[in-house]
């Protein structure tokens, strides 16, 4: 099916370019067949997005554009890669008190890597240091949380020398406690990851 004009829909300015919605049963190869929006070459400049409904008697599915380039009425597009670097999983684990060496796991739903661990304790400690430690599979122990001597209960624990790694979906990660400290409080660990 042809390029309908009729469903190419201004939706607001988008800086100094339009951001447009368009409506289709055709599917993404024909969307994507040079040529196709040719016929809005007049209404169309360079830096425009294109936000495509297509193929909705079929499969439907929703992807974007940028028009990259309009030369003599023929309009090329680039498609939008998935943004996905900077979307960030956060996931956390309850660990039992410092006092008692424990040790707990939790799974990536992603592939990625581990950018952040952070740890906070709900109770003060007064006479040892605790220490809990994150292991992945195959690189090992990655990160270490020292809750020192007279640490306090919500005061931020957190590992800037994270040691370099790659996780893959669904990994299980270890937390564990080396049974120091004298706290009666759980400690709260945080895993910020990266995807790949």
Excluded: W
């Amino acid at each position: 099916m042809p390029f309908i004009l009729n469903s190419l829909t201004g939706i607001r300015p988008f800086g100094g370019n339009m951001l447009y919605g368009y409506v289709t049963n055709d599917t993404k190869a024909q969307i994507q067949a040079a040529g196709y929006f040719n016929n809005a070459s007049t209404y169309l400049q360079v830096g425009d997005q294109i936000h495509v409904s297509g193929d909705l008697d079929g499969t439907p599915f929703h992807t974007s554009y940028v028009v990259s380039s309009i030369s003599s009425g023929v309009v090329a597009l680039t498609e939008h890669s998935a943004v996905t670097q900077n979307v960030k999983q956060v996931i956390t684990s309850r660990v039992a008190v410092l006092g008692t060496a424990t040790t707990h796991y939790v799974v990536t739903p992603i592939a990625g890597t581990i950018t952040k661990v952070l740890g906070v304790s709900n109770a003060n400690g007064a006479t040892a240091t605790g220490t809990v430690t994150i292991t992945v599979p195959t690189t090992g122990a990655i990160a270490t949380l020292p809750f020192l001597l007279g640490y306090v209960a919500g005061a931020l624990v957190e590992d800037t020398t994270i040691t370099a790694h790659t996780l893959a979906a669904n990994a299980v990660i270890t937390v564990a406690t080396d049974g120091g400290g004298d706290g009666t409080g759980e400690v709260i660990v945080t895993l910020e990851i990266t995807p790949s």
